[in-house]
Nanobody, 115 residues
Framework: QVQLVESGGGLVQAGGSLRLSCAAS????????MAWYRQAPGKRELVARI??????YFADSVKGRFTISRDNAKNTVYLQMNSLKPEDTAVYYC??????????WGQGTQVTVSS
């Protein structure tokens, strides 16, 4: 099992930036994919994903504004969020998908974007 700990959330004005971090309790080299989801009232969304091979996916709502990266040496995945909008306000969760079909989730970190 993998434990995930998110950090980096907070309050920011529209147009600002935040970087979220997700630290895993063990090596992420064998993890199929790591992803960021967000949960707003009544809506849950896959925001970004990065696979072990480095392939990335972004939701249309964040393309061009968010980037996802991984530091294998630190067992950490990052979500760089730029040009933040009030509609980005949500609790952001880190997810790890690893063999043979398990999922682990972090505790979530709140991101609030004020207008």
């Amino acid at each position: 099992q993998v434990q995930l700990v998110e950090s980096g959330g907070g309050l920011v004005q529209a147009g600002g930036s935040l970087r979220l971090s997700c630290a895993a309790s063990r090596s992420i080299l064998s993890i199929n994919a790591m992803a960021w989801y967000r949960q707003a009232p009544g809506k849950r969304e896959l925001v970004a994903r990065i696979t072990s091979g480095g392939y990335t996916y972004f939701a249309d709502s964040v393309k061009g504004r968010f980037t996802i990266s991984r530091d294998n040496a630190k067992n950490t995945v990052y979500l760089q969020m730029n040009s933040l909008k009030p509609e980005d306000t949500a609790v952001y969760y880190c997810n790890a998908n690893y063999p043979p079909g398990f999922d682990s989730w972090g505790q979530g970190t709140q991101v609030t974007v004020s207008s």
